[in-house]
Every structure is written in C-alpha cells, then in structure tokens.
C-alpha cells in the first residue's frame, strides 16, 4: 500500500477535526425532535439528493424528523397542463372542485418523490445501509378557511388538529413522518393546506426542539443584504417586508412557532449543498437562527462541562497565559466555574474563588474559545461574576495575571501589591510566574 499523499493526509485531518467538533452537537441533537419544512422547489431543486443524504444522516444520529412537504410550483405546473388559471386572494389559493384534483395528485406525486429517496439504499451511495422507515397517515385533521372578503376558498384548509400521539408513535420506532400539504376532515373531505400551516401547526402541537425551513436564500438579510445569525421573533418580524415573497412566508411561519411552542427555528438555503449539517453541526451555522432566548446561555458550570473548559484553556496554559489545571483539579473546583453555552457548546468560561474572611474574590481562567474571540463573551462574564460577588457580600475583586494586564485595567481593575491580597493567596503567589497583580473595589 502505498502512503498517502500530503493532499490526501490535509483531508483526512480536515474531516477528523471537523468530526470531533461536530461531536457536541451529535450529542445535544440526540433524541430531539425536528420538524422540517420542504418546499416544492426544493424537491425540484437539483440540490435535493443531497439535502435526502442529509436528512438520512440526521435520522441515523437519532434524530426525530418529521417532514412537511410543499408542492406550490408542482400544482401550478399541474394546472397550467390543464388549462386552468391559478386563483389567489391575499397570497392564498382558491381551490375550487376542478383545482382539487390536481392538488391532491401533485402533493402526492412530490410525497412519493420524497418517500422514494429516502427509501434508496444504492451502494457506494451515502444512502447505503440506511434502511430508513417512512411513514405518514391522516394525522393532519383540517377544517375548511370558508369565507373571507366574500371570497369562498372552496377546499382550502387549515390545520383543525394534529394527532401528536400518532406522529410520536412513528417517531418513537426511528421512523421519519412524511406529511404533505394535505388534510382531512371527519366527513372525508381533502383540503389543500399551505405547507407554513401544516409545518408550524405540527411544531407547536410536538413543542418541537427545531423548526426549520428550506427556502431559496441562506436566511434573513439586513438592509445592506448581510445575512442575520441570529433573531428574536419581535426582531425578524421587522424584517419580514425586507424579505424575497417567496421566504416571507417561511420567515413568518419560523415566527409563529417559535412564538406558540417551538424552541427554535433556522431558515436555510435548499440550493446550498451542506446547509442542514453546516447549520447544525458547525458554531458558525449558515443561515438565521430565531428563538426568544440567546442561543448563548450564561450559567454555572457542572462536571459535564470540563471537558469543554479544558478545551478553552489548554491552549492559554501552553502559552503561559494561565496556570495549568489537571482535569482531576477542574473537577473539584468546578463549582467556582461560570460558563457560556453556544448551542451546547462551551464557548466561554470565567472562575471566581471566594476568600470570605478578606471579603475578597479572585477572578481566574478567563477564557473564549479562539472561534468566538471579539464578541465581548469575557467582559460578560466578568460583569455577571461582579454580580455574584456583590450578593455574596464580597467588596473586592483581584486578579493575579502576566498577559493580560491591559484589559483588566480597561475594566476597571487598578494596580496593586501582594500584601493586599488575602492572606492565603499570599502564601500561594508563585515568584517565577511574577504575575502583576489588581484589585477592583465592587
């Protein structure tokens, strides 16, 4: 066998590295439950194959799918065989009796397509193996929208009811549900329902952990067409006429559900090939991110989260810019530890030791991870732990540092001497390091 080549060694440490930072969200992705929106043009996007690999992929981490298929540009192809015009009143479909019928066979012709590529299982393909189990039903029971502006809307629904047990009950056996743009009404009727419907009515009725929608664009963009991370929903709702049409209603459905029970929701671009696992599994995503709260979550640390501290910090103590702790050390003072969480992930931490006979509290292992540096995560720590000593009734904070001087002095931190720390601290100062030492009264 002959050794690999330096191109080919690049791209195996690419993939391992990108493997194991992907671990955390493996993790936290587990057991969640994702409701997916699919428009028609993204199963006619030429994209598609890859965003079926993806989901396949998503379903064998243990991930709980449901998808909600659209069909809007296969009807409208579907009528224009026909000869019939599209009606519309305020954006929404008339679908009279002629227009039924090509409904319900266009939603069942993209389903199939749908169903169909998540049954492949072609060799050397990443579809190989999969084996997954797809299923669907009437569990969308739907009521008629009726009248409105003395516009009858024929067969046009809403979503009257979900059948939560019925979903869950396929998703507990690993089984992805398929739902298209589709329900049913007790007396048999069928109702053509727009997918924003059926997607945001089954997210809120699951309490879904995601909501997230395929449209053109990689996401929400700002007046000078910069894509936005991150939203609340009062926020994305100012941007909704900023949008394309065609991503208003994605965005609006994305509000909605976050708003009624969904915890998040992320619109991504089905033409970009790798958005679903670049938006999951890497910190910087690829497309807008709506909740109520941060996807950043300031809070205490706990054992689980050593790992990801030693992470931020080995680097600092290979440099000298902070003491090296054992993990065995991290572990039993953890409790001192404070923490931000980026999507499961540790992106920050800050410790602070209490010395309550001096009424002081040292500030240490301040630390951003190299990915999330300039974002202002260490003074927010620091703020939050200035908190916390004050309602410990503590009156100063120090800090003991050789690298690091400058800012600590932009954060009010003043210049001091060894005799004014704790005594025990003093007891413990190491000569050879000579770090400069600082107090900031509270």
């Not at 997916?36 to 043009?41: A, D, F, H, S």
């Not at 950043?296 to 989260?305: C, H, M, Q």
Request: glycine share 8%; net charge neutral; hydrophobic share 45%.
């Amino acid at each position: 066998m002959s050794p690999p080549t330096e191109q080919g060694a690049n791209a195996a440490r690419t993939m391992v590295d990108w493997f194991r930072h992907s671990a955390p969200y493996i993790h936290a992705h587990r057991d969640k439950t994702f409701v997916v929106m699919l428009p028609g043009e993204a199963v006619r996007d030429d994209n598609f194959v890859h965003t079926v690999h993806d989901i396949a992929l998503l379903n064998s981490l243990g991930v709980r799918l449901v998808l909600c298929v659209g069909a809007r540009v296969q009807i409208e192809a579907s009528l224009a065989r026909a000869g019939l015009r599209p009606a519309f009143h305020k954006g929404v479909r008339i679908t009279d009796s002629d227009t039924l019928p090509l409904v319900v066979e266009a939603a069942s012709s993209v389903r199939s397509q749908v169903e169909a590529a998540l049954s492949t299982g072609l060799v050397n393909s990443p579809m190989h193996g999969a084996q997954i189990r797809v299923t669907g039903g009437n569990v969308i029971t739907a009521k008629p929208i009726g009248v409105r502006d003395g516009i009858d809307f024929h067969y046009t629904g809403e979503v009257r009811r979900v059948d939560v047990l019925g979903i869950n009950t396929a998703l507990d056996h690993d089984a992805i549900v398929v739902l298209p743009c589709l329900g049913y009404s007790a007396s048999g009727e069928i109702f053509n329902l727009g997918i924003e419907n059926v997607a945001t009515a089954v997210a809120q009725a699951l309490g879904a952990d995601k909501l997230i929608a395929f449209v053109e664009n990689a996401g929400i963009t700002d007046a000078r067409g910069e894509l936005l991370r991150e939203l609340k929903p009062a926020q994305a709702s100012t941007m909704l006429k900023r949008q394309p049409a065609a991503d208003q209603s994605a965005l609006r459905a994305c509000i909605q559900a976050v708003q009624n029970g969904a915890t998040r929701a992320h619109l991504i671009s089905y033409r970009h090939n790798g958005s679903l696992l670049q938006e999951l599994f890497t910190r910087e995503g690829c497309g807008t991110l709506i909740a109520h709260d941060s996807a950043e979550l300031v809070r205490p640390a706990g054992l689980d989260d050593v790992g990801g501290i030693l992470e931020l910090i080995q680097p600092l103590e290979a440099e000298g810019i902070l003491v090296r702790r054992s993990r065995e050390v991290l572990e039993a003072e953890i409790h001192n530890f404070t923490v931000i969480e980026h999507e499961g992930l540790i992106a920050a931490c800050i410790a602070l030791y209490p010395y309550a006979d001096s009424k002081m509290a040292e500030v240490a292992c301040v630390a951003t991870h190299a990915q999330y540096q300039g974002g202002g995560r260490a003074a927010l720590l620091l703020a939050h732990v200035e908190k916390l000593a004050k309602k410990r009734g503590l009156k100063k904070l120090f800090v003991l540092t050789t690298q690091t001087a400058q800012w600590f002095v932009e954060k009010g931190f003043v210049p001091a001497r060894l005799d004014q720390l704790p005594a025990k601290k003093q007891q413990l100062y190491n000569y050879q390091r000579n770090s400069k030492i600082f107090i900031k009264t509270l």
